[in-house]
């Protein structure tokens, strides 16, 4: 209840490990204030039975050995690449930056230089981080939060495309996070999280339906959403919804992992299979 742990994100390694990543204030061996970013690798491979196995005690991210101390909570998007995890990182009307290739797997804090990487796009990377599509490319909000852009965070092209991403949706979230392909039967849907605690489900190109199946649950034990992002496991039978969430719009959260119901089950709630999300 002294910290605030925000945004979880798990995803899975090529040797079915896992690495979650979270932002949070809690303290840390190497001076932590305000919002830091952390990472915590399992400690035993992800057996796709949809009950997470423990993982190693979670470690600081920082800047030439000192935590990021960010003023602000911070907005975060994970990439996986092999056993290594890209992180991409956020804060309001900041620019979105990237730690790099690092390892997960630590005992002592990730170091990652000299500072975060602003990402090479330069004309897009002032706009909101959302999440990463399912090719792996940042998405990005304009900060008005009428359209929505996908690009290369490597390219260095000079502008900010929008390559079919129409649903404006899309761009009032604070957090957007892949399903399954072969769980939906679209190639983009998305659960969409809002800092007023509201879950939906979007894609690229249809505004979607409130999730007010998971918002009700959540409200029945007294909580709020603050972020929500689906684990896809090796198989449909490993996925998983975690999130984050408090007492109070603006509170304090805890993460949690949700068993019931799978990503599948919630999406097929509002969604027919091969269909494009409605209202």
């Known amino acids: 209840s002294a910290t605030d742990d925000y945004s979880p994100i798990i995803v899975r390694l090529s040797?079915?490990?896992?690495?979650?990543?979270?932002?949070?204030?809690?303290?840390?061996p190497q001076s932590c204030s305000n919002h830091n970013i952390f990472v915590a690798s399992s400690v035993a491979a992800y057996n796709d039975m949809g009950v997470l196995p423990a993982f190693n005690t979670p470690q600081v991210i920082t800047a030439n050995a000192s935590p990021l101390n960010n003023t602000t909570r911070w907005r975060l998007a994970v990439q996986p690449s092999g056993t290594s995890i890209?992180?991409?990182?956020?804060?309001?009307?900041?620019?979105?930056?990237?730690?790099?290739?690092?390892?997960?797997?630590?005992?002592?804090?990730?170091?990652?230089?000299?500072?975060?990487n602003p990402i090479t796009e330069y004309m897009c990377y002032t706009n909101n981080l959302l999440g990463l599509d399912a090719a792996?490319?940042?998405i990005a909000a304009n900060a008005?939060?009428?359209?929505?852009y996908r690009f290369n965070p490597n390219s260095v092209s000079g502008m900010c495309p929008t390559t079919g991403m129409t649903n404006p949706k899309l761009s009032t979230g604070t957090h957007i996070s892949l399903m399954r392909q072969t769980t939906t039967g679209i190639a983009d849907g998305y659960i969409v999280s809002n800092t007023a605690g509201q879950v939906s489900a979007q894609s690229v190109t249809s505004a979607g339906p409130r999730l007010d199946w998971l918002e009700l649950g959540l409200k029945a034990n007294g909580l709020i959403a603050t972020g929500v992002s689906v684990m896809q496991g090796a198989s449909e039978s490993g996925d998983l919804i975690t999130f984050s969430a408090a007492t109070a719009v603006g509170g304090q959260s805890d993460m949690y992992v949700l068993q019931s119901p799978r990503p599948r089950n919630l999406w097929s709630r509002?969604?027919?299979?091969?269909t494009q999300p409605v209202p």
């Open 86 to 116: 890209i992180v991409y990182a956020q804060s309001p009307g900041g620019q979105i930056s990237s730690t790099g290739s690092i390892n997960p797997v630590s005992a002592t804090y990730i170091n990652v230089g000299a500072s975060l």
């Open 136 to 138: 792996g490319f940042m």
């Open 15 to 28: 040797n079915n490990y896992l690495a979650l990543v979270f932002a949070s204030t809690r303290s840390c």
């Open 144 to 148: 008005a939060g009428t359209q929505t």
């Open 270 to 274: 509002y969604v027919a299979y091969g």
